[in-house]
């Protein structure tokens, strides 16, 4: 479980910059999954990065971002580090100040697994080698409105299917691994954790790239802000995203936190091997592919979750980002 960490409030700044008053000054709660794709996160913790910035910041464990937008629109979180999805368009349509305000992971072909497709040997004898095949298996997704069914529903429409042309049911990743294993269901969408579980090696199991053929480049993860940081100083949001993305950097380039080494202890894996996993997903400057989320806003209204598709200008926040960050369409040979 991830452990809350609280900083001590620092009144700390670059040379000529203005301090905040100190007793203004609050701690920054920021909602995070216990991932290891929140590693540049806690390297920017662990090295000092929103101190030296003159900020406090409590990392707050949030399991996925269905839990997390309604404690970022009620106040209770100030920042969300997830993938977007209906919970948040339907916050903004209602008015609530929540804000996408940087981009953080995007699908790459040498990295990462999220949307990858994990089956049953015995199901698939001679492999997946077409996402046609997938027609009356059973597969399971952690949610069904999260990017992970969004990939699903991408994948299947890629191969001329339709959700109903499989059975989907709902499974927590340690659930959905036990259930392929012993032969309940006959695949399993990656979240991007699967593969970090030591059973991901047993030779039952088959791993498919998935999501990455059809949506190459598609950004599925996001920063988030609350009313707290989106109506109060702006400079308190740019010094956290400023700091974030110091870190996000240093991570892309080898620094690695003492988080990924007790994230592999706690998890039983090879702290050697965690400590090597791929980084070329993270955007060091956040940029925000603002292709990427009108296709998921689409298809969440397409699927009913939510009842019209939010405005783009109400849902991006763009004043807190570094200067220089690139802030687009997605990248030539995308989407």
């Not at 659930?175 to 006959?186: F, H, K, M, P, Q």
């Not at 949506?215 to 995203?241: E, K, V, W």
Request: aromatic share 8%; net charge positive.
């Amino acid at each position: 479980m991830l452990r809350r960490k609280a900083l001590t409030v620092l009144a700390v700044t670059a040379a000529g910059c203005s301090r905040w008053k100190e007793e203004d000054e609050q701690l920054i709660r920021v909602g995070v999954a216990p991932y290891l794709s929140m590693s540049s996160l806690h390297l920017g913790w662990e090295r000092g990065y929103f101190r030296e910035a003159g900020l406090g910041v409590d990392l707050v464990a949030s399991p996925n971002s269905t839990e997390a937008i309604p404690l970022l629109a009620g106040g209770k979180l100030d920042v969300a580090f997830f993938s977007p999805g209906p919970a948040l368009f339907n916050a903004v349509l209602r008015g609530a100040r929540v804000a996408v305000v940087a981009g953080r992971e995007r699908l790459t072909p040498d990295c990462g697994t999220v949307g990858d497709i994990y089956t049953r040997r015995e199901a698939f004898p001679n492999g997946l080698a077409g996402f046609e095949q997938l027609r009356g298996k059973k597969l399971a997704i952690t949610h069904k409105t999260t990017v992970s069914a969004f990939f699903l529903d991408e994948i299947l429409r890629h191969a001329g299917l339709r959700t109903t042309d499989v059975e989907v049911v709902l499974l927590r990743r340690a659930e959905a691994l036990a259930a392929l294993l012993g032969g309940r269901i006959d695949a399993t969408l990656s979240d991007g954790h699967f593969d970090k579980d030591p059973a991901r090696g047993d030779p039952r199991v088959i791993a498919v790239k998935g999501a990455i053929r059809v949506l190459p480049g598609f950004q599925y993860s996001h920063i988030m802000f609350g009313s707290a940081l989106l109506d109060g100083d702006p400079r308190r949001g740019t010094a956290f995203l400023t700091a974030y993305h110091r870190a996000a950097e240093a991570f892309q380039n080898g620094a690695t936190p003492k988080f990924m080494d007790d994230f592999a202890l706690s998890n039983n894996l090879d702290p050697k091997h965690t400590r090597e996993a791929c980084r070329t997903t993270f955007s060091p400057d956040g940029a925000i592919d603002e292709t990427s989320l009108q296709r998921f806003i689409n298809w969440s209204v397409e699927k009913g979750f939510c009842p019209q598709a939010v405005d783009l200008k109400r849902l991006i926040d763009r004043r807190f980002l570094p200067a220089g960050a690139w802030a687009g369409a997605a990248p030539r040979g995308t989407l």
